[in-house]
């Protein structure tokens, strides 16, 4: 185009080289798999009425070879140390940051230039199709990043692809990301939508992936993402919603769920509240399957954050998700973006000394384990990783050497136990019907109780947090049935580096609390709680605001 030589990689190749040239190599996706089992069931494992914990991990960064802590593992060796390790912590599924090829290990592989590839960095297509089987032979499902919102300009790759903005818009206004200094896609253009669309059907059926996580739905939707007055153009109506996007990613989701059914999952990196996301196309919603809460996981890390003796000022930020938490399907993130570019990791977020800080981060988890919704923990986390994540090495495992960080992956190994076995903490993760505060308002103390129901009310369970330091000896709470409640699991046991203070039943009492019929007085440790279930030998006593639910 205009006399110029342009030396492009071809954009649906199946591999590239890892090199500068980034030349395209001629490769097949051709694999014999041996997942039928899973693939013939995965829509039980993907239901939106089934446990969801996903671990998201960096393939590149998670562990690399011991003897040379600056090359890669390949996916096939991955796979031999990441099974049982996925199984051994109880992950129902693994979720991995983009696999497509991409030329920057700094972008984590956000910046794509090879949106058919999958990176050579870890072998060929045959070693990432391998570990996937691998993992699905193990009943571990693979939710795949795919970014459909920006592509990086490098020489090779799609921007000005003929010499002309081919897959990109021509006005910088749309077509230029000033953040990410990268080009968007002209949604607006049929043969850019097919691309798109068929490569999200190409991973979903060619390496079986189980889902999409789409990245940065955000900057997507709204032609004034990160721009100033003027930079941008409103819409046809005078809005700033980017209706070509919008349509594209109804159309994405259309093409995938009729394609692939309940066997797949869809869900949205979305951080400004855009309406309907998790609604059915035919409804006017955007069609994912869930959408990530951005808003629940920046209030309830701003909450921990606090030193307990604050915590009181700030109460609500713990229990003000419940407005909203019921308009979308919400997915609750603990994610890369949140231990990066000077946040600090998990644990060092957390106030006090170390055994505080290790009580607090459990806390946590056992708050959003036993909240509305379905989970996502980045690696390093289940294990209190103490230094912020670093794309070019290997996560600190030798911290597991030390009692503290022995007993957090004890304890999340636990909570996803029981998560995944108890049908309360799941079975309406996305109804209101499901979640029930007992006590929400007790900033006094910041201890706060609610009640999670399943189908079933004996399934039922109630979880109690006292989110400060102070034991708090025959403390009174409100219980929803009669009987004898056992402590299914409790975040101070000596197990999990804590105080080992702890109840193994609860008698409840016939006197009304916390507007319930029965309540009972619980020992509650400090900076912790527990999840409790009644058991079933005691004969049901009248249980309240549930008539239609009594257990036989």
């Known amino acids: 185009a205009r006399g110029e030589i342009l030396e492009k990689s071809d954009p649906y190749a199946l591999s590239w080289e890892q090199n500068k040239q980034a030349a395209s190599l001629v490769s097949t996706t051709w694999y014999e798999w041996n997942d039928k089992e899973w693939m013939d069931n995965r829509w039980k494992k993907n239901s939106l009425q089934a446990p969801l914990s996903v671990y998201e991990m960096h393939l590149g960064s998670w562990v690399r070879e011991g003897n040379a802590p600056d090359r890669f593992l390949n996916y096939r060796d991955i796979a031999g140390k990441l099974i049982p390790y996925i199984m051994e912590m109880g992950f129902t599924h693994v979720e991995f940051m983009p696999v497509m090829e991409y030329p920057y290990d700094p972008s984590w592989g956000y910046q794509i230039t090879g949106f058919y590839a999958a990176t050579s960095r870890f072998g060929s297509p045959q070693d990432l199709m391998y570990l996937i089987d691998e993992l699905h032979k193990n009943g571990i499902g693979v939710i795949l990043d795919w970014v459909p919102s920006h592509f990086p300009g490098d020489a090779n790759g799609l921007h000005r692809f003929d010499g002309s903005y081919l897959y990109e818009h021509e006005d910088p206004r749309k077509g230029f990301h000033p953040d990410w200094k990268s080009y968007i896609f ?10 798109l ?27 004034d993402y990160s721009r100033n007055e003027g930079e941008w153009e ?4 005078g809005g700033n919603v980017n209706l070509e996007a919008k349509t594209f990613l109804q159309e994405f989701n259309t093409a995938v769920y009729k394609e692939f059914g309940d066997n797949i999952l869809t869900l949205a990196e979305e951080s400004s509240d855009f309406p309907m996301l998790t609604k059915p196309v035919h ?24 030193d307990p003796i604050n915590r009181s000022y700030h109460h609500d930020r713990l229990t003000f998700a419940t407005v909203y938490a019921f ?26 000394n170390e055994w505080q800080k290790f009580a607090n981060l459990r806390a946590l988890y056992l708050f959003m384990y036993t909240f509305s919704g379905t989970k996502l923990l980045f690696m390093g986390g289940e294990f209190g990783q103490t230094s912020e994540w670093n794309v070019n090495q290997s996560l600190d495992w030798h911290l597991l050497e030390f009692a503290p960080h022995q007993g957090m992956k004890q304890f999340v190994a636990d909570l996803n136990t029981v998560y995944r076995s108890q049908p309360s903490l799941y079975q309406k993760a996305f109804d209101a019907s499901g979640f029930e505060w007992i006590d929400a308002g007790d900033r006094e103390n910041s201890v706060v109780v609610y009640w999670r129901k399943g189908f079933d009310a004996w399934d039922d369970t109630v979880v109690v947090l006292n989110l400060t330091p102070v034991v708090r000896e025959h403390f009174r709470i409100g219980l929803p049935y009669a009987g004898e409640w056992e402590v299914l699991l409790n975040s101070d046991d000596l197990t999990y580096f804590g105080s080992g203070i702890h109840q193994l039943l609860i008698h409840s009492e016939h006197l009304h609390w916390m507007n319930q019929v029965q309540s009972a007085q619980v020992h509650l440790p400090p900076l912790g709680g527990y999840i409790l279930k009644r058991k079933r030998a005691v004969k049901e006593v009248n249980p309240i605001k549930q008539g239609e639910r009594i257990p036989v």
């Open 283 to 306: 409804e006017g919603g955007l069609g994912f399957g869930m959408k990530w809460m951005m808003g629940w996981m920046h209030d309830t890390l701003d909450y921990f954050k606090e």
């Open 234 to 237: 409103p819409n046809i109506y």
């Open 197 to 223: 669309i068929s490569n999200a059907m190409f991973w979903l059926d060619r390496y079986h992936a189980d889902g999409l996580r789409v990245d940065a739905v955000t900057s997507m939707l709204h032609l």
């Open 186 to 195: 002209n949604y607006g253009r049929n043969e850019v939508k097919s691309f």
């Open 327 to 352: 308009h979308e399907n919400f997915i609750l993130p603990l994610s890369h973006d949140e231990v990066v570019y000077g946040k600090h990791s998990l644990i060092y977020k957390m106030p006090g």
